[in-house]
């Protein structure tokens, strides 16, 4: 079955570390997503690629850092730049057509104390 | 600014008492507006897209339809299975899509 994998489901960190978050797509699409979602808001995006080796900051970008080496993969780091670094992390992927919807992977619950 | 506002923040239903849930934006130059389900711990899960004021979609207990100004998610004598959040989000421009802070729905047996 295709879909998105996301790894680890849960992860923890000490503040000043710096940690990465995998996400893995086999639904051969071109774009992928990074989404930060906090209780009460709605998703906010980090950053997206819409092809390898380019992507653009979305609007909470500061803090992390992505690559798009493969076309599979679009690895988020979380820098200790980030100054409230603790939430649910959600990868997405979509065709690059108007209109495609996003498909999720199930998240990484990041906490750092 | 494009806002995107989805209410209530909660709903409760007893299984079989129909309701809908209401996504209402102000956007400039809404591209499509779709509906998510997400269940706790969980990525969100598609739905619907709507493109187009007048337009309708059903699936199941679920049926979506779209103004100029917000959408409508309505459950038809919805079953416990169906609680969740419900999120809404509109595409503007490019891969600017903005989400609501979602409706959490429980229904009870």
Same mark, same amino acid.
């Given at each position: 079955?295709?879909?998105?994998?996301?790894?680890?489901?849960?992860?923890?960190?000490?503040?000043?570390?710096?940690?990465?978050?995998?996400?893995?797509?086999?639904?051969?699409?071109?774009?992928?997503y990074?989404?930060?979602?906090?209780?009460?808001?709605?998703?906010?995006?980090?950053?997206?690629?819409?092809i390898v080796?380019?992507? #653009? /900051?979305?609007?909470? @970008?500061?803090?992390?850092?992505? *690559?798009? =080496?493969?076309?599979?993969?679009f &690895? $988020?780091?979380?820098?200790?730049? #980030? /100054?409230?670094?603790? @939430?649910?992390?959600?990868?997405? *992927?979509? =065709?690059?057509?108007?209109?495609? &919807? $996003?498909?999720?992977?199930?998240?990484?619950?990041?906490?750092?104390? | 600014?494009?806002?995107?506002?989805?209410?209530?923040?909660?709903?409760?239903?007893?299984?079989?008492?129909?309701?809908?849930?209401?996504?209402?934006?102000?956007?400039?130059?809404?591209?499509?507006?779709?509906?998510?389900?997400?269940?706790?711990?969980?990525?969100?899960?598609?739905?619907?897209?709507?493109?187009?004021?007048?337009?309708?979609?059903?699936?199941?207990?679920?049926?979506?339809?779209?103004?100029?100004?917000?959408?409508?998610?309505?459950?038809?004598?919805?079953?416990?299975?169906?609680?969740?959040?419900?999120?809404?989000?509109?595409?503007?421009?490019?891969?600017?899509?903005?989400?609501?802070?979602?409706?959490?729905?429980?229904?009870?047996?």
């Open positions: 079955d295709g879909g998105i994998t996301q790894s680890p489901k849960y992860l923890f960190r000490k503040e000043g570390q710096n940690v990465t978050l995998s996400c893995e797509q086999n639904l051969n699409h071109d774009a992928m990074w989404y930060r979602q906090d209780p009460g808001q709605g998703l906010r995006l980090i950053y997206y690629s819409q080796n380019d992507f #653009q /900051k979305g609007d909470i @970008a500061e803090g992390y850092s992505v *690559s798009r =080496e493969k076309k599979e993969s &690895p $988020l780091t979380v820098t200790s730049a #980030q /100054k409230n670094p603790t @939430a649910f992390y959600l990868c997405a *992927s979509s =065709e690059t057509g108007v209109n495609s &919807p $996003l498909h999720f992977g199930n998240g990484t619950r990041l906490t750092v104390t | 600014e494009d806002q995107v506002t989805q209410s209530p923040e909660a709903l409760r239903l007893q299984e079989g008492e129909s309701s809908s849930l209401n996504c209402s934006y102000t956007v400039s130059g809404l591209r499509g507006l779709f509906w998510y389900r997400q269940d706790p711990g969980k990525g969100p899960e598609f739905l619907f897209t709507l493109y187009s004021a007048g337009e309708e979609k059903e699936k199941e207990r679920l049926k979506a339809t779209l103004t100029k100004k917000e959408s409508f998610l309505h459950i038809t004598a919805p079953k416990p299975e169906d609680s969740a959040t419900y999120l809404c989000a509109v595409q503007v421009r490019g891969n600017d899509m903005r989400f609501g802070a979602g409706t959490r729905l429980t229904v009870k047996p």
